[in-house]
C-alpha cells in the first residue's frame, strides 16, 4: 500500500490512465505509456479504485495499476 506523499518509481512501458470524474468504474478519457523510468508521488488509494492508486506524474494526476509501481527506498 502507498501512502499519500510517498515517492514512487515509475518503470517504462507502464500504463498510466485519467478518467473524467476520478471513478475507475468509467472508460478513461486520457492515457499515456511512460517512456522511461521515472519518479512520482503517491497522491491516494480508495478501495473502490482497486487495483489503482492515484499519483502525481509530470504535473499531473493519473491512475497507475499497483503492481505496476514500487516505493522508493
Known amino acids: 500500500m502507498f501512502s499519500k506523499g510517498e515517492l514512487v518509481?515509475?518503470?517504462s512501458d507502464?500504463?498510466?490512465?485519467?478518467?473524467?470524474?476520478d471513478s475507475c468504474a468509467e472508460a478513461p478519457n486520457?492515457?499515456?505509456?511512460?517512456?522511461r523510468p521515472s519518479h512520482?508521488?503517491?497522491?491516494?488509494?480508495e478501495?473502490?479504485?482497486?487495483p489503482y492508486c492515484k499519483?502525481?506524474?509530470k504535473g499531473q494526476y493519473w491512475f497507475v495499476n499497483k503492481k505496476n509501481i514500487m516505493e522508493c527506498e
Open 9 to 11: 518509481f515509475v518503470p
Open 55 to 57: 499519483i502525481l506524474y
Open 14 to 21: 507502464v500504463t498510466l490512465l485519467q478518467f473524467e470524474h
Open 30 to 35: 486520457k492515457w499515456l505509456k511512460t517512456d
Open 40 to 45: 512520482a508521488v503517491a497522491v491516494g488509494h
Open 47 to 50: 478501495t473502490n479504485w482497486e
